[in-house]
């Protein structure tokens, strides 16, 4: 018995000791089972832990949260600043200058050959052969130098002043027309006027296009381009940048080759539909000696025509070629009806007179002239500016 109660003694110390060491483990640190049955131990993120000796639960500390990372935001693009050009009136005036640079030459010949004492044949003739090389049309030149003839015997003696005034007014006189070098660019019957350019390639028709909406815009006219130059990519891109910069719609097909006439319908039906002042056409610079694309220029006025007029022809030349020039005036003329002449490259190495031969050969005037390389160096044609800038006035 006394061995029963020994036995039952030792096993209560037993396990009286060993709970104690299953409720302290190493370090002192007491564990407890949270609600849910997980450890939560001390120091660890949201659990709370519990010292041995003071019973005190302590929650821990929040773990500092990063701050929220910022998105990206994409950059912003500033809408563009629309240029706003000068008015038209008064440009040629004022690029006289450049004008009087590349024709002075010319003028002064003429001048120094009418100042001679004497004015025999062999004169005569250089005065001749001076208006031929300045593209002046061997027709109109015989007809000034009978002209100048006339006026020298009538009035005797000349001064360097009164030699000047003559050559002015004979020249003013065979550069000026009786045809209106006024644009038609005024709405009409509820419509937009409709401007078609046209011209061979490397004679500046597409930044022609570009400068005349420019131009236009700046005399407070609203414009729609339509790039019809379907054949290449770069003319629609070039007059995009056109439009652009001064706020003018561009219509253009992403197509290339695309139908050039369906193209000239569309800007025309879209300048119809927003009320625009004026649709400015910019056609393909074709080669006047392919038939099939100058039939396919006169398709284009023809498709246009079946929504509207077209109240403007207008035939880019570079003033740089010569008789050339003329040759294809001639072919364009045939085909679409010409209203006018645009003359580019006019302040290089151009010769004046071609201002009076293309006149003659056409019966059209001279409505613009390119006088340089920036965006507002297409003037208005004026007849006494030209003539004084030759002259070197």
């Known amino acids: 018995m006394e061995y029963i109660i020994l036995i039952v003694v030792l096993a209560v110390l037993i396990l009286g000791v060993g709970g104690t060491m299953l409720l302290r483990p190493r370090g002192g640190r007491a564990v407890r089972r949270g609600r849910a049955g997980a450890d939560l131990k001390a120091g660890t993120g949201t659990g709370a832990s519990t010292e041995s000796g003071g019973g005190t639960a302590t929650a821990a500390p929040p773990r500092p949260s990063a701050p929220p990372a910022e998105r990206p935001t994409a950059p912003t693009v500033p809408e563009p600043t629309l240029e706003k050009p000068p008015p038209s009136a008064g440009r040629m005036v004022r690029l006289r200058a450049r004008l009087a640079r590349s024709q002075s030459g010319f003028g002064s010949a003429l001048l120094s050959l009418l100042s001679r004492d004497r004015l025999d044949d062999d004169t005569w003739d250089e005065i001749e052969e001076v208006l031929i090389t300045a593209d002046v049309g ?87 381009l339509g790039a019809a130059d379907t054949f290449r990519a770069a003319a629609a891109d070039q007059l995009q940048t056109w439009g652009d910069r001064v706020g003018a719609q561009v219509v253009r097909s992403e197509k290339e080759g695309a139908d050039p006439a369906s193209v000239a319908f569309e800007a025309v039906s879209q300048g119809i539909e927003s009320e625009a002042d004026v649709v400015l056409i910019d056609t393909a610079g074709r080669l006047h000696t392919k038939t099939g694309l100058m039939d396919e220029l006169g398709k284009v006025k023809r498709v246009i025509e079946k929504r509207t007029s077209v109240d403007e022809v207008l035939l880019v030349l570079d003033a740089t070629t010569g008789q050339n020039g003329l040759r294809q005036a001639r072919v364009f003329a045939e085909v679409v009806d010409v209203s006018g002449i645009v003359l580019t490259k006019l302040d290089g190495t151009a010769k004046g007179g071609i201002v009076i031969a293309v006149q003659r050969e056409l019966g059209v005037p001279v409505k613009l002239v390119g006088l340089g390389e920036g965006p507002d160096d297409l003037a208005p044609f004026e007849p006494a500016a030209f003539i004084d800038a030759i002259l070197g006035e």
Do not use: C, F, W, Y
Request: charged share 30%.
């Open 138 to 224: 061997v027709t109109p030149a015989r007809q000034i130098v009978s002209d100048l003839k006339t006026r020298v015997k009538v009035e005797g003696t000349r001064t360097p002043d009164e030699v000047r005034a003559m050559l002015r007014a004979e020249l003013l006189g065979q550069v000026e027309t009786e045809a209106s070098r006024a644009l038609r660019t005024q709405r009409h019957e509820g419509r937009p006027a409709v401007l078609l350019v046209v011209g061979v390639n490397g004679t500046g028709k597409t930044t022609t296009a570009g400068k005349l909406a420019r131009s236009l815009v700046g005399d407070g006219e609203t414009v729609v």
